[in-house]
């Protein structure tokens, strides 16, 4: 018996990483990480640019992430953004 072929919609997938990348809650830290985020960010930017979708992002706490030392890839900081689409 053939398998159905199954696709999410861009923008439910988009919801769901803006959801993961905003969070904070130190609860969470030890599963979602820089590198966890950097991973989810590197996803959906290819999925928004290959889908024609792709319209930047922005920082939720840009105080966090400009200055000297904070905008190290290491700081969480940095990929705690949301993805915004056309």
């Known amino acids: 018996m053939r398998k159905k072929r199954k696709t999410i919609e861009v923008e439910t997938l988009v919801r769901y990483a803006n ?10 830290e030890e599963y979602i990480t820089a590198e966890y985020k950097c991973g989810v960010c ?14 930047g992002y922005i920082f ?11 905008s190290d ?10 993805y915004l689409t056309y």
């Open 42 to 55: 590197d996803m959906i930017e290819k999925v928004l640019t290959s889908s024609g979708n792709y319209y």
């Open 19 to 28: 959801n993961l990348l905003a969070e904070t809650n130190s609860a969470y």
């Open 73 to 82: 890839i290491t700081n969480p900081y940095v990929y705690t953004r949301k």
């Open 60 to 70: 939720l706490y840009p105080d966090k992430v400009y200055g000297s030392s904070n």
